[in-house]
Each structure stands twice: as C-alpha cells, then as structure tokens.
C-alpha cells in the first residue's frame, strides 16, 4: 500500500486511506513509486530495472537505470544527463506504450522542455503521475495539459497560499529593466538560475536587444541540447570562450551572464566585476533568496505551479483521490481533504529546494 502520511504524524507511522484499493496500481517502495503489474518505476529513486521518467533533472532521472522511457522531446536532454551509454526510448506525448498489459502515456506538464506527466492505465483505472509541472506560459517548453484520471500524485513544491506568480511578461520586464539600468551603468549583470530549464526561460524571456548574453559551461552544455531539439533561443556566447581570448579586452560590462546557482560567489562569478547580481527562483517570494546568495536582487521565477496552479491542475484532473509529495504536501493535502477530496500525502527522500542540482558541477 502507499503510506499516506498526514499533518503530525512523522513518515516512520505509516497510515492508510479507505478511499485506497487494497492492491493499487500504483505503490510506493524503497526506490520510490512502483506500478508491480508493469514491471516498472516512475523516477525511481535508484538504479532499477525500468525506469519511465517525467524529465531530465536529476532527482527524476536517475543514473543507473537499466532502461529508460520518456517522452520525445526530452530525448537530448536526457541523454545529455544520462550518458551516451544509457539505454533511453522516448515516445511522442500522448503515443500510448504497452508494459505488460499496462498503457502509459506521456502529457505535457509545462516544467521544462520534454517534461511530462505519466499517465498509467489498467482495467479503466487510471493513475497520473505529474512529475514537476507549471501553469504558467513558456515558450521553451510545451504547456500544462490537464489529464483525466481517478487518483492524481502531485507535486507540492510551492503548496502554500503564500506563493502565487506575477505574470511571466511581468516578471520578464523587470528583469530587462534591471539588465538596461547596468548597461548603463557599466556594469555585468548576472542571473543565477538553475542550468536545465530556468535559464532557458530566461534567454527567451529577457529583450535580448539590450546586449550579448554569456553563459557558464554548465547552462551551455544544456542550453545546446535545447536548441537541437529545435527550441529557438537567442545567441549565447559560453564565457570560458572568451576568457581564453588573452591580450583582448573583456566584454563583459552591459552583458547578461547567466549561470548556475552553485556559481554565486566563486572566483568564476569574481571575473565579471564590476557586476549586479541577481537570483531567480520562486523562494525569492517570502525566504529572501537575495540573502541567502548575498545578490543584490531577487527575480520570483519558479518553474513549478503556484498555489492557485496547484489547485487549478487538481481540480481540472477530476481525479477524487489525491496525494500530494514534495514540498508543503501536508498543507496541500489538509486544503485538498477540507474541500471533501481523499487527499494525502506521499513521503519523498528529497525536500523542498528549487534551483540546486548535484549534478550541476558535473556538467560544468
């Protein structure tokens, strides 16, 4: 059974549901969620025979594995996570797959490029697993598609009535008024988002008019799998390029330099002085996401829903049983159970954080 664990009660109690079947389709295990009857894993926690993931970061696409199924356009970017090694099979969303006798199928869930629920169907009973997912527009990935099914798995990252995003024009404004205030002041701009999927959205959604846009090697290794998979970006200069190019004056003044996180304030960050520096992440709502990297600001940009997108994404699924993981997922659940859905929670190895990767340094 999955172990539903409810406000107070501490993972090591598991409780149950009467709302639950006593053999689901899908169950929770010690390498994460399993569909016993296919023969298979939704991003495992670890190595596993079958791993059918939602999309390329790292803590969905696991290395190790010894098969993969995604979806179609994420098949550069996992492959650029996995290793050319790595025994990937991608499908079109929506092109349903057989794993014994069990139909799978992949929709899109707006996050980054290739992300995909995972939808899981068995004599009518269907299950979607939505991975990470967003509501908002963005042109670097195809958008949220709500899908049908009697029990949903949601993430909750943001799962607060607290987080709710300005409108990515908005946002993007601010960020390019931002970038032309330096520019004029002589100085680099530097925006810290995470390598897959934040800085992309970045790229396509500042004018990239204002001046040349340079790229830690870690944001380009990925932002080239982008582009071979035909999503249309702005040029991109990587800048250990143009650090090799002695005896010629630095550009960097009036640039936008976009790198990871994990970058702020290394000697790399260092080289671009005199410099602005911002972080983009949905945290930067109410934790103070400047502090916490010594930026000077905080651009409120998360690739995953907003309460009011949680709740739209639930309720558009119809599903009458919910159970939330990630992030605020009792909270989620407790507001879910309020409004009369079954709604619990399923606990995760990992936590809350937006905007760190393990696997960032090793794609530098």
Known sequence: ???LHPPGISPGTPQSSGAFLADPLISLTDAGLYCPTGGFHIDPWE????AVVTHAHADHARWGCEKYLGA????HLLRTRLGEAADI????HGAPVELNGVRVSFHPAGHVLGSAQVRVEHRGEVWVVTGDYKLDPDPTCLPFEPVRCHTLITESTFGLPIYRWDHPDVLFADVSAWWRANRAAGKCSIVYAYSLGKAQRVMAGVDADIGPIYTHGAVEKVTRAYRASGVELPPTVPASEVAAARGKPKPWPGSLVIAPPSAAGSPWARKFEPASEAVASGWARVRGARRRKAVDRGFVLSDHADWPGLLAAVRESGAARVLATHGFASVLARHLREQGLDAGVIATRF?????TDPAEEATA
């Open 351 to 355: 936590g809350d954080e937006e905007g």
């Open 1 to 3: 059974m999955l172990r």
């Open 72 to 75: 179609d356009l994420g098949r």
């Open 89 to 92: 099979t991608t499908v079109p």
């Open 47 to 50: 190595p596993v025979s079958r």
